[in-house]
């Protein structure tokens, strides 16, 4: 059982990420600044920020590029912004329209990775190089 006297935010999705041991297991969400907190099972919190990142962004954390280590990914209107684990952006995109939902993330049967997003009426499907899938932008 844990006992831990740090918080974590609440209000936004709250990602796990197991370590080898508790002191690298924590819990990590944004808040309503656009920082990212990481609250670890040894109680230990730690507070990351972004630079071009806006206070109202949509966050998920997730192995985009494939090489085993979670990176951060942000929405915000139009924005999409991909950050590495030690915070250097690895992809950036701006749409035509708002993005409207949460960047969904997917592991395909080929174990490569995609992102998902959707805004107002297009659904697109993005690889880790960055490219649009082959088929989309979808029309839903």
């Known amino acids: 059982r844990l006992s831990l006297s740090n918080k974590i935010p609440t209000g936004n999705a709250i990602y796990l990420k197991v370590g080898n041991d508790i002191n ?3 819990l990590t969400t944004i808040d ?3 920082n990212i907190t990481k609250l670890f099972f ?3 919190k730690e507070i990351l920020t972004f630079e071009g990142v806006a206070t109202q962004a949509n ?3 997730y192995d985009y590029n ?3 280590s979670n990176d951060y990914i942000f929405t915000w209107e139009n924005n999409l912004k991909i950050f590495d ?3 250097k952006e690895i992809y950036s995109n701006v749409f035509q329209e708002p993005v409207t939902h949460l960047p969904l993330c997917f592991k395909m049967a080929d174990k490569t990775s995609k992102i998902g997003l959707i805004n107002a009426n297009k659904i697109y499907l993005i690889n880790k190089k960055g490219v649009i899938e ?3 932008t979808l029309v839903g």
């Open 24 to 26: 690298k297991t924590f």
């Open 32 to 34: 309503t600044l656009g």
């Open 42 to 44: 040894n109680d230990k």
């Open 59 to 61: 966050f998920n954390f």
């Open 66 to 68: 494939g090489n085993n």
């Open 85 to 87: 684990s030690d915070k």
């Open 134 to 136: 082959e088929g989309f």
